[in-house]
């Protein structure tokens, strides 16, 4: 994603979409409420909290490149972004997985190695 500066450059960041919460909508009465017209008439009406996560890639585009330099700046500024996001992309994939051992698990190896003796 990209966000646009006061100082003319623009921000790199990468978004990330966890999924989302869906909560009854209730009356004053706590009961739940329903459509009352329209194609989804008799249905429940729900309140949907979508869970998204930005992580600043601290990379940034000249808005309107002028000389050949800063054209081939902004190119290489995108494709780092763009291997940087492969990355995160395939971390995400092996967390989810669970191909990748997390590296903050902190095992005594005797204990593990006791539990098999």
């Known amino acids: 994603e990209q966000n646009k500066l006061s100082d003319g450059r623009i921000s790199l960041y990468l978004e990330y979409y966890l999924g989302r919460e869906?909560?009854?909508?209730?009356?004053?009465?706590?009961?739940?409420?329903?459509?009352?017209?329209?194609?989804m008439?008799?249905?429940?009406?729900f309140a949907v909290k979508h869970n998204r996560?930005?992580?600043?890639?601290?990379?940034?585009?000249?808005?309107?490149p002028r000389t050949p330099a800063e054209r081939q700046q902004?190119?290489?500024?995108?494709?780092?972004?763009?291997?940087?996001?492969?990355?995160?992309?395939?971390?995400?994939k092996e967390s989810m997985l669970g191909y990748r051992l997390k590296k903050d698990r902190?095992?005594?190896?005797?204990?593990y190695f006791q539990a098999y003796i």
């Not at 902190?106 to 204990?111: E, G, K, P």
Request: zero cysteines; aromatic letters at 8%.
């Open 41 to 45: 008439q008799g249905k429940p009406k």
């Open 74 to 92: 902004n190119k290489e500024t995108l494709e780092l972004a763009m291997r940087i996001r492969a990355e995160r992309e395939q971390e995400f």
């Open 22 to 39: 869906e909560k009854p909508v209730l009356d004053e009465n706590g009961n739940q409420v329903y459509y009352d017209s329209g194609k």
């Open 53 to 64: 996560r930005k992580e600043n890639l601290s990379l940034y585009l000249i808005d309107k």
């Open 106 to 111: 902190a095992v005594n190896f005797l204990d």
